[in-house]
């Protein structure tokens, strides 16, 4: 019952429209007022506002009138659009923001519920489901390692007040860090132990689940992101309902009630960082970061020379993107603005770069459904899919392990979404 009703798609209706509100109050009163030394700003302009709201209607009639989009597809398209698309609509309305942020993260939408993008299914062994346990088990202690052996146990639980130390421990982390540590943590943190906790639940092995919440606790005490340890929570949180339009409805709602909670927590204590942490960090600042490099990088493309293109085109700066851009907002070249794919195509390639970084990353995510992975990872594709909004593209499946999520999907996870529907001979090759 309880599904069917999350699953509701006019429930969905409401809870977008009610989340649309619930921000548009929150970036009048909370964060354009408290944040103005951070460029939050209000503006107001008959034009935005009506535009906004066209855009706002023409992204709920694809979500919510199409009916021919997969269930996959419209859980995926509510998370970018609540994440991303309706702050964007937001700060374009009232914040002075471009207009090509709310667009192309529409164009996004767009492209992942596109019947016109058709990926083939392809044949491919996977590993036996006696064996992706212990072997995944394995690999997350092999790749941990490095990190006990560069970290120890120099746990610092201020952290975990993720107040300003967790910054301080994150910096001192990187200086600490090496290679292996670089580019061991996004595989780790983001594919290895949260598909060792799901499939721990899933065999009714919770000792196994246990042992992975607390290797990714520990790699958080020792190198603080506020990601990883929320996608302990995300991870499991989408393990429950068994159809995609009800992990749609979970999305809607958990968001939801996060806010309300940081706002009640704000009022009764005064402690405004949960708010901050859930509106204005989670929300706004990744759309205030894109707004800014459009401005900086108009008719200024740098053609991937930060990364691949290096050695046949000239980086023009002394500053890597990110720390780039946190001098041009905050005047602090300390400071790190990582970016999504939208900013990152038109940073490198202008507008023809934002469009083909939407739909090469559309591509990758149509890619993921046609290997039909059970739905009891969906946090673990959620999480995924958050890396494309908040860090470049190139990032994204290299260092942060996204390429890597895809093979062990592959291998590890074919088909196991309708292995019992299967007949034998459809049934996916293992080894």
């Not at 996004?108 to 072997?135: C, E, G, Q």
Request: charge should be positive; glycine fraction near 4%.
């Amino acid at each position: 019952m309880k599904a069917k009703l999350i699953s509701n798609s006019i429930l969905h209706l409401l809870m977008f429209v009610c989340f649309y509100i619930v921000m548009t109050y929150e970036y009048f009163s909370f964060v354009a007022p408290l944040f103005t030394a951070n460029n939050f700003v209000l503006s107001f302009s008959p034009t935005t506002i009506n535009v906004g709201f066209v855009m706002l209607f023409v992204l709920m009639l694809r979500l919510f009138v199409n009916k021919k989009v997969s269930e996959f597809s419209y859980a995926i398209s509510v998370f970018v659009s609540i994440t991303f698309a309706i702050p964007a609509i937001i700060l374009y309305q009232f914040g002075n923001c471009t207009i090509y942020a709310p667009l192309y993260s529409i164009l996004f939408v767009f492209a992942l519920t596109s019947k016109y993008i058709v990926i083939p299914n392809f044949n491919i062994k996977t590993v036996r489901d006696k064996h992706k346990l212990p072997t995944l088990l394995l690999l997350s202690i092999i790749m941990l390692i490095p990190f006990v052996l560069t970290y120890k146990f120099n746990i610092n639980t201020k952290s975990f007040s993720f107040g300003s130390e967790l910054y301080e421990a994150r910096a001192a982390a990187k200086s600490a860090g090496n290679f292996f540590t670089s580019y061991l943590a996004g595989p780790l943190a983001k594919v290895m132990l949260p598909l060792v906790i799901i499939l721990g639940i899933k065999n009714r092995k919770i000792w196994i689940s246990i042992i992975g919440i607390i290797i990714m606790l520990y790699l958080f005490a020792v190198n603080p992101h506020k990601a990883l340890f929320l996608s302990i929570f995300l991870i499991i949180a989408f393990y429950f309902f068994d159809n995609y339009k009800a992990k749609a409805g979970l999305i809607l709602s958990g968001i939801l009630i996060l806010i309300f909670l940081s706002i009640a927590i704000s009022a009764l204590t005064d402690n405004i960082l949960a708010e901050s942490i859930f509106v204005r960090r989670l929300f706004f600042l990744p759309v205030q970061i894109c707004n800014y490099c459009f401005d900086f990088y108009e008719g200024n493309p740098i053609y991937l020379s930060h990364s691949i293109f290096s050695s046949f085109v000239d980086y023009p700066y002394s500053l890597d993107p990110a720390f780039l851009m946190g001098d041009y907002m905050y005047g602090k070249p300390g400071t790190s603005c990582n970016t999504g794919i939208i900013a990152d195509g038109f940073m490198n390639f202008g507008h023809i770069g934002s469009i083909l970084f939407i739909m090469v990353t559309a591509i990758i995510i149509k890619f993921i459904e046609t290997l039909k992975i059970d739905k009891a990872y969906f946090g673990i594709v959620i999480a995924f899919v958050m890396l494309f909004l908040n860090s470049a593209l190139l990032t994204s499946m290299l260092t942060h392990g996204g390429l890597f999520f895809i093979l062990i999907l592959m291998f590890f996870l074919k088909d196991t979404d309708h292995d019992k529907n299967l007949p034998p001979n459809h049934r996916p090759s293992t080894i």
